[in-house]
């Protein structure tokens, strides 16, 4: 699978989610990845839609996971960390070239003839 689902390019959402996970490594879970992202933009979201997006990246194959032994931090529950894929890391890349791309595009040329007197 390509950085592209059947429907298009990876989602906003879905982004944020890998990109939180890259910088995590391997200690990313639920809770850090919306901390992570609420402290690099300013988006608080909810824990729900990050377990959402994180189930939608594992059947894509972009991030596994694995549970990590209880902590007494944590009331001695356990707790799943995911991880970046080689599948990932390069579907994050095509999809930031892909951006980039439409950034420095010139206007296609019907778009340039019509607003031609």
Do not use: N, W
Not at 38 to 57: E, F, K, N
Not at 66 to 87: N, Q, V, Y
């Amino acid at each position: 699978m390509s950085a592209f689902s059947e429907k298009g390019l990876l989602g906003e959402l879905e982004q944020l989610v890998l990109l939180a996970v890259m910088h995590q490594r391997d200690e990313a879970y639920a809770l850090s990845i919306c901390d992570e992202i609420a402290s690099r933009t300013g988006i608080a979201l909810a824990r729900g839609s990050v377990y959402v997006a994180l189930d939608r990246l594992t059947r894509k194959g972009y991030v596994d996971s694995a549970m990590m032994p209880p902590t007494g931090e944590r009331g001695g529950k356990a707790k799943r960390c995911f991880r970046l894929t080689a599948h990932g890391s390069r579907a994050l890349r095509t999809a930031e070239q892909t951006l980039e791309r439409m950034r420095l595009a010139r206007p296609a040329k019907a778009a340039r003839a019509k607003t031609r007197p």
